[in-house]
């Protein structure tokens, strides 16, 4: 074994557990939402089981630019996502040991999903203005995803070292702050654009 090798986390279950709920929650909306636009293209006068109001739908989302940021619709990327956590739970439960440019890899990979989500959430929220459920799905899972991960990147010194370990033991226990935070922003905003959501 490599000194490298020793200073590698062991699995830890509670990420695992992380990682496996909230990477299958949030391929199951994907899925969900893949399957409406599909459902949309296929007959497209048909009714969605996510169009509930006409703030609160996913039909009325799909014609937009931001659907398909890449050319393609966005669920795709969801349902290819979201298959990376769920396997980095199951190799964790296994008792897999990833290297560090590995966690660095995935770390990079989740941040990018929560930083689209956000894009995704200023969108509809600011620009748009409608609301799609099986979107917000998406950003309830990954919001946990990245801060625990974060949290446990730090700890670990997965991320930026061992530099990191100290700080990280300090914040770990505090990462529910950061996702209800996190949470908090996104209610609070869309009761303030969306007061009629209170009468659903």
């Avoid at 391929?27 to 703030?55: H, K, M, V, Y």
């Avoid at 990280?168 to 505090?174: D, E, S």
């Avoid at 996702?179 to 209610?187: D, F, H, T």
Wanted: proline share 6%.
């Amino acid at each position: 074994m490599t000194p490298s090798d020793a200073r590698r986390p062991r699995p830890a279950l509670w990420l695992a557990v992380v990682l496996l709920v909230t990477g299958s929650i949030g391929w199951i909306g994907s899925a969900a939402l893949l399957i409406e636009r599909i459902r949309s293209l296929q007959n497209p006068g048909t009714a969605l089981s996510c169009d509930i109001s006409p703030f609160v739908s996913c039909g009325a989302l799909f014609d937009r630019w931001q659907a398909s940021l890449f050319g393609f619709p966005n669920p795709l990327l969801g349902v290819a996502g979201f298959v990376a956590p769920i396997a980095v739970a199951a190799g964790l439960l296994t008792g897999a040991r990833f290297g560090s440019w590995y966690w660095r890899l995935f770390t990079l990979g989740v941040f990018s999903a929560w930083v689209f989500v956000t894009w995704l959430y200023t969108q509809s929220v600011y620009v748009i203005g409608v609301l799609c459920p099986y979107c917000m799905v998406v950003w309830a899972a990954t919001i946990p995803m990245w801060w625990y991960l974060l949290a446990w990147g730090l700890k670990h010194g997965t991320i930026f070292g061992d530099r990191t370990r100290r700080v990280g033991r300090q914040i770990f226990p505090f990462a529910w702050v950061a996702v209800l935070a996190n949470y908090a922003v996104i209610v609070l905003t869309i009761l303030v654009q969306f007061p009629s959501v209170l009468s659903l």
